[in-house]
C-alpha cells in the first residue's frame, strides 16, 4: 500500500518564503494521511484545513511506501475576518453549441 502524509508548516509571507517551522497550536490538517492500494488508478483524498490564527503556511505531503512520487508542496495564506476580498467580476457568458448548459465565467 501507499500511506499519503500530510504536514503542516507555517512559513514567511512573501515572494520568498525561506524559513519553515511546525505550524502552531491554532491551524490543523485533517486528516493527517491517506492509505492507497497499489492497485489504485488516483491518489486523490480530501483534507480539511482549520485555522484560528493568520499567516502563511505551507502543506507537504509525502508518499510512503513507493518512491514514484515526489512531495508536494502546496502554500496558501489565511487572512483575518475582516479582510475583504474583492468582487468577482463577471467576464463571459457562453451558451454551448446544443443549447443545454451556460458557461459563466469570473475574473
Same mark, same amino acid.
Given at each position: 500500500s501507499i500511506t499519503?502524509?500530510?504536514?503542516?508548516?507555517?512559513? +514567511?509571507?512573501?515572494? !520568498? $518564503?525561506?524559513?519553515?517551522?511546525?505550524?502552531?497550536? +491554532?491551524?490543523?490538517? !485533517? $486528516?493527517s494521511s491517506a492509505k492507497f492500494d497499489f492497485a489504485s488508478f488516483s491518489l486523490v483524498s480530501g483534507y480539511f484545513v482549520s485555522s484560528s490564527i493568520t499567516g502563511c503556511f505551507l502543506i507537504r505531503a509525502t508518499a510512503i511506501g513507493m518512491n514514484y512520487y515526489l512531495p508536494l508542496n502546496i502554500t496558501f495564506n489565511v487572512q483575518g475576518s475582516r479582510y475583504q476580498p474583492s468582487i468577482p467580476v463577471m467576464s463571459k457568458v457562453v451558451l454551448s453549441n446544443d443549447g443545454s448548459f451556460i458557461g459563466v465565467y469570473f475574473s
Amino acid at each position: 500500500s501507499i500511506t499519503i502524509n500530510v504536514k503542516l508548516y507555517q512559513i +514567511g509571507c512573501g515572494s !520568498s $518564503p525561506l524559513s519553515t517551522t511546525i505550524a502552531p497550536a +491554532g491551524i490543523t490538517i !485533517s $486528516p493527517s494521511s491517506a492509505k492507497f492500494d497499489f492497485a489504485s488508478f488516483s491518489l486523490v483524498s480530501g483534507y480539511f484545513v482549520s485555522s484560528s490564527i493568520t499567516g502563511c503556511f505551507l502543506i507537504r505531503a509525502t508518499a510512503i511506501g513507493m518512491n514514484y512520487y515526489l512531495p508536494l508542496n502546496i502554500t496558501f495564506n489565511v487572512q483575518g475576518s475582516r479582510y475583504q476580498p474583492s468582487i468577482p467580476v463577471m467576464s463571459k457568458v457562453v451558451l454551448s453549441n446544443d443549447g443545454s448548459f451556460i458557461g459563466v465565467y469570473f475574473s
